[in-house]
Every structure is written in C-alpha cells, then in structure tokens.
C-alpha cells in the first residue's frame, strides 16, 4: 500500500513515489482521481483508453472552465489528475520529470497524450443512444426474420388505398358544396403519404433482406470451400 504524504497530487510526484516503491515495475499502472463525482459506469472507458498503447496518458480537469488551453504548452506538474495510464517505460520517463515538464520534453519514441477531461455523456443522450440501438436492432430483426412486407408493405398498401379513396370522396365534396373539412382533408393527406412511405420501406428492406442473404450465402460458400480443401 502507497502512502502519499505530500499535499499536492501531482502526476510527476506520483510517479516518483511509485518507482520508488516496492511495486512491481513489470506492469503497467492505472491511476484514477475518485471524486464525488465519479461514477462506477465510467470504470470501462478508462480501462479501454489504458489499452490504446500509450506511455504516458493523462486526463486532466481544467480548474478553469471559460479558458482555452493549449496542452502542449501545459506544465505536467500543474494539472490536475482526472485519470493517468503508465507504462513501464512512462513511468520512468515522467518520474524523472521536473516541475517545468511539458509533453513537448519526453522522448520521440514515447507515445505521450495529455487530454482534458471532457464531461460525461449526459443521461438524455444515453436514453437517446439506447432509443437509436433499439431502432436498429429492430430493422436487424426485421432483415433477418423476412417480415418487412407483412410488418409495413400490407399497412402500407391498406392506408394508401383508403387515402386515396378518401382524396376522391374530398374531391367530390369539394365540387358539390365549394367547401371542404380541414380535418378531413389533413387526414387523407397523412394515410396516403404514410401508405405511400410504408410501402417503399418495406420494398427496401426486402430488397436489403436479398443482398443480406445472398452476402451471407457467398461467404457459406467460400467457407466450405476453404474446409474441402
């Protein structure tokens, strides 16, 4: 267990006290700043970034939200650790990093990124991404189960017909009273595009629904193929 005594937590001095450590130095190292406001749910995509090869990565909170930064000019020392991935050789080369550090001052042939902490994705956006998933899983449904013609092609072709129908009856009123129902006339309009749009869905997703199959058959194919021999 790390004993950090020092007032300031900073990324070189962390570095510092965990190479002089009795920590096996074989592996890399993941440091996150739990903070009241840290969620569990954010756990995954900081292990993912730790697995994007870099030396040295480190997120940062601006403590001064309305103020542009320029990272490569900002001093390692002075940020404020959100999250920090380092590698064996990072962490050597910034537990030897000074206090006028800067990601300009590691080596070449380090993969060095230092990043601001952006805010979380925000809980109507994730309800607006869950929506988006099930929208697509349902047209996935829709081009594996073969059923685009029975789901909008029968509705389609049953609205546009009574749309249509209905535009004749409004026609008809039209010329005999010089009058015609608004509301009557916003409906046909609306059954007759939603039929007309429901039937081209379903002839394209039937089409998709082929080109899907016949993929899906030439891959089967070139398998076996690849088994026989």
Same mark, same amino acid.
């Given at each position: *267990?790390?004993?950090?005594?020092?007032?300031?937590?900073?990324?070189?001095?962390?570095?510092?006290?965990?190479?002089?450590?009795?920590?096996?130095?074989?592996?890399?190292?993941?440091?996150?700043?739990?903070?009241?406001?840290?969620?569990?749910?954010?756990?995954?995509?900081?292990?993912?970034?730790?697995? !994007?090869?870099?030396?040295?990565?480190?997120?940062?909170?601006?403590?001064?939200?309305?103020?542009?930064?320029?990272?490569?000019?900002?001093?390692?020392?002075?940020?404020?650790?959100?999250?920090?991935?380092?590698?064996?050789?990072?962490?050597?080369?910034?537990?030897?990093?000074?206090? *006028?550090?800067?990601?300009?001052?590691?080596?070449?042939?380090?993969?060095?990124?230092?990043?601001?902490?952006?805010?979380?994705?925000?809980?109507?956006?994730? !309800?607006?991404?869950?929506?988006?998933?099930?929208?697509?899983?349902?047209?996935?449904? *829709?081009?594996?189960?073969?059923?685009?013609?029975?789901?909008?092609?029968?509705?389609?072709?049953?609205?546009?017909?009574?749309?249509?129908?209905?535009?004749?009856?409004?026609?008809?009123?039209?010329?005999?009273?010089?009058?015609?129902?608004?509301?009557?006339?916003?409906?046909?309009?609306?059954?007759?595009?939603?039929?007309?749009?429901?039937?081209?869905?379903?002839?394209?997703?039937?089409?998709?629904?082929?080109?899907?199959?016949?993929?899906?058959?030439?891959?089967?194919?070139?398998?076996?193929?690849?088994?026989?021999?």
């Amino acid at each position: *267990m790390l004993q950090y005594t020092d007032d300031e937590l900073t990324a070189p001095k962390l570095a510092k006290l965990i190479s002089s450590s009795s920590i096996k130095q074989d592996y890399a190292n993941l440091i996150i700043s739990i903070t009241d406001d840290w969620k569990l749910r954010e756990l995954p995509v900081v292990i993912n970034r730790s697995r !994007e090869g870099w030396d040295v990565y480190l997120a940062f909170n601006n403590t001064v939200s309305n103020q542009e930064l320029i990272v490569e000019e900002l001093v390692i020392e002075s940020l404020e650790i959100d999250h920090l991935f380092l590698s064996k050789t990072g962490l050597d080369e910034l537990s030897r990093a000074n206090s *006028m550090t800067s990601t300009h001052n590691f080596p070449k042939h380090l993969r060095v990124r230092v990043i601001e902490s952006v805010d979380k994705i925000s809980l109507p956006q994730r !309800e607006s991404l869950a929506t988006a998933s099930r929208f697509a899983q349902m047209f996935y449904w *829709m081009l594996e189960t073969k059923h685009p013609l029975f789901l909008f092609g029968i509705p389609g072709i049953v609205l546009f017909i009574l749309g249509f129908r209905l535009s004749g009856n409004v026609v008809d009123t039209f010329n005999e009273l010089n009058s015609v129902s608004i509301g009557v006339t916003l409906t046909t309009i609306a059954m007759t595009l939603i039929g007309l749009f429901a039937m081209m869905v379903a002839l394209i997703l039937y089409i998709m629904g082929k080109q899907v199959e016949q993929i899906q058959s030439q891959y089967d194919l070139a398998g076996y193929d690849d088994k026989s021999i």
